[in-house]
């Protein structure tokens, strides 16, 4: 069975770090995008950053550019998210895609798309 699946999420208070993981099980995230999607309540779901796995390249979003790092661990076929200086306003539910065909600032632009697989979310809380 093909699938992703992500973790890491949790409550934090303003200015602390979480770590997202994004592991992808029946396939290596070679040749794909993988991008990191959040949405809020009452909110529309976002691109947060998105990376291709062949060469690296990356793309933010402004609200999290100098914040959040996404990168790729090859060994264990999981993509991270890095996510420092957490503010109450990341609070939201993020979830993992992956993408044959995308490149890094399509996918990021375009939230809703089907992409090849979708992880099941993992909620971030930033609160005091």
């Known amino acids: 069975q093909l699938h992703v699946v992500e973790s890491g999420g949790g409550k934090v208070q303003p200015g602390g770090s979480l770590r997202l993981s994004c592991a992808a099980s029946?396939?290596?995230?070679?040749?794909?995008?993988i991008g990191w999607f959040r949405q809020a309540p009452g909110k529309e779901r976002e691109g947060v950053p998105c990376i291709r796995s062949e060469d690296g390249s990356t793309y933010y979003a402004d609200s999290v550019k100098g914040r959040f790092t996404i990168s790729r661990d090859n060994a264990n076929n999981t993509v991270y998210l890095q996510m420092n200086s957490l503010k109450p306003e990341d609070t939201a539910d993020y979830y993992c895609?992956?993408?044959?065909?995308?490149?890094?600032?399509?996918?990021?632009?375009?939230?809703?798309?089907?992409?090849?697989?979708w992880g099941q979310g993992t909620q971030v809380t930033v609160s005091s």
């Open positions: 895609a992956v993408d044959r065909r995308s490149t890094v600032q399509a996918m990021c632009r375009d939230a809703y798309f089907g992409y090849d697989y």
């Open positions: 029946g396939f290596t995230l070679d040749y794909y995008a």
